[in-house]
């Protein structure tokens, strides 16, 4: 008898079509827009198939898995089914092309950057996947379809499933918490990996924590691509993120407020904006809100979200503005001063955040009363969707406990609702991303190899069976020169021969290839002749093609390289057309300037 008194009711028909199936990694990464990204994240990085499919693709696949369709947020940016899994993949893009200004580990020799470099980029990816991924701990409810509520710390959701948010949540506890899913997405052989580099692992636990201001380089650039993926999300202009100064919109945002209130509006008068009581401060919505927005523009920023909802939102994760119930930011209040009585929907601001103690003004002789939580109808967005998980309530419904919300059909349609619809631009990849990267060819892009059997070896550059066939394709062709070609081609196509890094043989200087003279022979000869002799003679081939630019009757160009301590020469030869080597040209290596013929200087010739 106690078995039926205590069993959990099963869902209606009606009730189950709003669980979602959990989904594999394979499927959630198919969309053409996620494999994209994914190929971005492959042609950045020089690593080998194996070292990426083991130490990039798989932590990309595993937190994949985890995330499943959770939005990023509820009511602001990437606020829809899988909007999580794609802020993520945008702000590894972002926050790698970032990487690429800078010479990392900042100061290192530069045979230690060489070596490091590709960890330096890894652990800005890894950063994507961690800045934010506790908000699935911590931010919303996880319902499987026998009415049990599912944590991820127990591994990916195993049955249908459905999401709601948590009421009351703390909007920075998620920072806290992040490391608890560390081991679970990036696995021990990636920590094992960042451990080599004890600086890099403080910076990025300091950085994933909520600890920017010790996460150094690396919080910088997890910011900056953060900034950017959000900027996108709310119709802003991601390549003017990248250029604004490093200072976060919640600092805008508390500024602005600032301001206003101290030298704009008028305080605890009638006609005024702002009204202080002992317990908070209250400021006119939407007129203060909307005064700020204005504010900021004129002062050139930009990634302030232009939809209001959005704004308020903003606000409220930043715990600039306090919330009023659930999910909502307005409180509906009443002034009475003397005579003088006026209803008005405000918003509660914390006076710390304007004052401090000895600067704060005097309250409001008057009497401010909160007449109820709900937010007005006039302030409610006409077309906003229900919250995710969520049912559309009147004004005249009472709040239902998380049990109660659980059960009904109201729920079962907002969530259907919700669970219905596309991500945006889920078919092509965002322009504003390959205007970023416009070296990558989308066409028929591949998820790379599945990672099954992965190499162990993390700082192997050369797979020995692909140098094998390169050597026989290479032999078929009896001309050095050819050889040599056809050879450069296909280890740049496979990343066996690595570009833009330090002691790399090949970088690109204005749009265009610069081979380095003779180190890039010397390491044909080597490794496909057998003999380091044979250099000059597959040099006098190559310059016989004629792919390369002369310039005054030389064959030889010269670039200067700005190191950390010194600048130095590099010999080398451009190619007319880069694409006769790849489709994908490299951004140009911002450390290395062509020098005109009058410029050059003695050098060292590598």
């Keep these: 008898m106690l078995r039926h008194l205590f069993i959990r009711p099963r869902p209606s028909a009606q009730g189950r079509e709003s669980f979602q199936d959990p989904q594999t990694a394979s499927e959630l990464l198919s969309l053409p827009r996620r494999q994209q990204m994914v190929k971005i994240l492959w042609d950045t990085t020089s690593l080998t198939h194996s070292v990426f499919n083991e130490y990039l693709l798989a932590p990309i696949r595993r937190y994949a898995e985890l995330v499943q369709l959770l939005p990023a947020s509820e009511s602001h940016h990437h606020a829809y089914p899988g909007g999580m899994l794609d802020h993520a993949l945008e702000m590894a893009c972002y926050g790698l092309r970032l990487r690429q200004r800078h010479l990392l580990p900042s100061g290192a020799k530069p045979e230690d950057q060489s070596s490091a470099g590709e960890l330096w980029s890894a652990a800005v990816i890894y950063g994507a996947l961690m800045h934010d991924v506790a908000k699935t701990l911590v931010d919303v409810e996880i319902h499987l379809e026998d009415g049990n509520e599912w944590r991820l710390w127990h591994g990916a959701i195993p049955a249908p499933y459905r999401v709601r948010y948590r009421s009351g949540r703390e909007y920075h506890l998620h920072t806290a918490v992040n490391p608890l899913l560390c081991e679970r997405i990036l696995g021990a052989r990636v920590l094992d990996w960042m451990m080599t580099q004890p600086k890099l692992f403080s910076l990025f636990m300091y950085t994933i924590t909520g600890h920017t201001e010790r996460g150094g380089i690396v919080a910088e650039l997890i910011?900056?691509?953060?900034?950017?993926?959000?900027?996108?999300?709310?119709?802003?202009?991601?390549?003017?993120?990248?250029?604004?100064?490093?200072?976060?919109?919640?600092?805008?945002?508390?500024?602005?407020?600032?301001?206003?209130?101290?030298?704009?509006?008028?305080?605890?008068?009638?006609?005024?904006?702002?009204?202080?009581?002992?317990?908070?401060?209250?400021?006119?919505?939407?007129?203060?809100?909307?005064?700020?927005?204005?504010?900021?523009?004129?002062?050139?920023?930009?990634s302030i979200p232009a939809d209001l909802n959005r704004l308020y939102g903003e606000l409220q994760a930043h715990g600039l503005i306090e919330e009023a119930s659930e999910g909502k930011s307005v409180w509906k209040c009443e002034i009475l001063d003397g005579e003088w009585r006026q209803s008005f929907n405000m918003i509660k601001v914390s006076p710390t955040l304007i004052w401090d103690v000895e600067g704060r003004p005097g309250s409001f002789r008057g009497k401010l009363t909160i007449k109820g939580e709900e937010a007005p109808a006039?302030?409610?967005?006409?077309?906003?969707?229900?919250?995710?998980?969520?049912?559309?309530?009147?004004?005249?419904?009472?709040?239902?406990?998380?049990?109660?919300?659980?059960?009904?059909?109201?729920?079962?349609?907002?969530?259907?609702?919700?669970?219905?619809?596309?991500?945006?631009?889920?078919?092509?990849?965002?322009?504003?991303?390959?205007?970023?990267?416009?070296?990558?060819?989308?066409?028929?892009?591949?998820?790379?190899?599945?990672?099954?059997?992965?190499?162990?070896?993390?700082?192997?550059?050369?797979?020995?069976?692909?140098?094998?066939?390169?050597?026989?394709?290479?032999?078929?062709?009896?001309?050095?020169?050819?050889?040599?070609?056809?050879?450069?081609?296909?280890?740049?196509?496979?990343?066996?021969?690595?570009?833009?890094?330090?002691?790399?043989?090949?970088?690109?200087?204005?749009?265009?290839?610069?081979?380095?003279?003779?180190?890039?022979?010397?390491?044909?000869?080597?490794?496909?002749?057998?003999?380091?002799?044979?250099?000059?003679?597959?040099?006098?081939?190559?310059?016989?093609?004629?792919?390369?630019?002369?310039?005054?009757?030389?064959?030889?160009?010269?670039?200067?390289?700005?190191?950390?301590?010194?600048?130095?020469?590099?010999?080398?030869?451009?190619?007319?057309?880069?694409?006769?080597?790849?489709?994908?040209?490299?951004?140009?290596?911002?450390?290395?300037?062509?020098?005109?013929?009058?410029?050059?200087?003695?050098?060292?010739?590598?």
């Design 223 to 302: 910011h900056q691509a953060d900034r950017v993926s959000v900027a996108k999300a709310l119709g802003g202009d991601p390549v003017q993120a990248l250029s604004a100064p490093v200072e976060s919109i919640q600092r805008k945002l508390a500024e602005g407020l600032r301001y206003l209130v101290r030298e704009q509006f008028k305080l605890n008068q009638k006609g005024g904006t702002a009204w202080l009581t002992d317990e908070a401060l209250w400021l006119v919505s939407p007129k203060a809100v909307n005064e700020l927005k204005t504010h900021l523009y004129a002062l050139g920023v930009k």
């Design 378 to 606: 006039e302030d409610k967005p006409t077309n906003q969707e229900p919250a995710l998980g969520e049912p559309e309530e009147s004004a005249s419904e009472p709040k239902m406990q998380p049990e109660e919300l659980s059960t009904t059909s109201n729920e079962a349609e907002a969530s259907a609702k919700v669970l219905s619809q596309v991500s945006p631009s889920s078919d092509t990849l965002d322009d504003d991303i390959m205007a970023l990267f416009p070296e990558v060819q989308i066409a028929g892009t591949p998820e790379p190899a599945n990672s099954s059997e992965p190499d162990s070896s993390v700082s192997a550059k050369n797979d020995d069976s692909r140098l094998k066939s390169s050597t026989q394709e290479v032999n078929n062709n009896s001309d050095l020169g050819k050889q040599f070609w056809q050879w450069l081609k296909m280890g740049v196509a496979d990343h066996s021969i690595v570009i833009n890094d330090t002691k790399a043989p090949i970088h690109t200087v204005e749009g265009t290839y610069f081979l380095v003279s003779p180190g890039i022979f010397k390491r044909f000869s080597t490794k496909v002749l057998g003999e380091e002799d044979q250099w000059k003679a597959v040099q006098k081939r190559f310059q016989k093609l004629g792919l390369h630019i002369r310039t005054q009757g030389q064959n030889i160009h010269n670039v200067s390289v700005e190191g950390p301590n010194k600048t130095r020469q590099l010999k080398g030869y451009l190619i007319k057309d880069p694409r006769e080597v790849s489709q994908r040209i490299p951004p140009d290596n911002w450390v290395l300037t062509l020098l005109k013929p009058q410029e050059k200087k003695d050098g060292t010739n590598e």
